[in-house]
T-cell receptor, first 111, second 113 residues
Framework: EDKVVQSPLSLVVHEGDTVTLNCSYEVTNFRSLLWYKQEKKAPTFLFMLTSSGIEKKSGRLSSILDKKELSSILNITATQTGDSAIYLC???????????FGTGTRLKVLA | GAGVSQSPRYKVAKRGQDVALRCDPI?????LFWYQQALGQGPEFLTYFQNEAQLDKSGLPSDRFFAERPEGSVSTLKIQRTQQEDSAVYLC???????????FGQGTRLTVV
């Protein structure tokens, strides 16, 4: 069965800390992996990683895809309270039309 | 519009009532998705449209759920005879091309009482 697993389920850190969130997947014919940030509303698109783009960076956020290990990490450096959110990972694969989501990692950054 | 727009933002329905949820995707986006998100869970796929064609409805939980996108733009998700277990946030997303980055609307929080 195709699935996406995220870890940890929740994380509490202090401002300025660096965090690493994990996403592993079991799908056939992988095409892309997406990271989203979800606060109280809709998931906000962060990155899309594919075989031709395995590393992305935007400000304090960066993400790497490891196709061999079927996983991805999302790094956030110098965390701020505004980074508090649920971070969702989703995978898209050939032969389907849908993104499969993990349950998310709930990050709380304390001042 | 600049982003995906959903309405209403909140809906309270009495059990047995029919509801209709609307999604306005980003202009020109070919792909449109509906997802259901329960509290503390990741979004669960309901259905997918490519233009006006509904290519995958495997996630619709029962025949009480129906979705359409007649002109390849605005989509409506209809739930008939709502049940308490239908209470969730319903998210709509669109992408420019199939498999591209999907952008979500604000969601409709449905509460069935």
């Amino acid at each position: 069965e195709d699935k996406v697993v995220q870890s940890p389920l929740s994380l509490v850190v202090h401002e300025g800390d660096t965090v690493t969130l994990n996403c592993s997947y079991e799908v056939t014919n992988f095409r892309s992996l997406l990271w989203y940030k979800q606060e109280k509303k809709a998931p906000t698109f962060l990155f899309m990683l594919t075989s031709s783009g395995i590393e992305k960076k935007s400000g304090r956020l960066s993400s790497i895809l490891d196709k061999k290990e079927l996983s991805s990490i999302l790094n956030i450096t110098a965390t701020q309270t505004g980074d508090s959110a649920i971070y969702l990972c989703a995978v898209y694969y050939s032969g389907t039309y849908k993104y499969i989501f993990g349950t998310g990692t709930r990050l709380k950054v304390l001042a | 519009g600049a982003g995906v727009s959903q309405s209403p933002r909140y809906k309270v329905a009495k059990r047995g009532q029919d509801v209709a949820l609307r999604c306005d995707p980003i202009s020109g986006h070919v792909s449109l998705f509906w997802y259901q998100q329960a509290l503390g869970q990741g979004p669960e796929f309901l259905t997918y449209f490519q233009n006006e064609a509904q290519l995958d409805k495997s996630g619709l939980p029962s025949d009480r759920f129906f979705a359409e996108r007649p002109e390849g733009s605005v989509s409506t998700l209809k739930i008939q005879r709502t049940q308490q277990e239908d209470s969730a946030v319903y998210l709509c997303a669109s992408s420019l091309v199939p498999g591209g980055g999907a952008f979500f609307g604000q969601g409709t929080r449905l509460t069935v009482v």
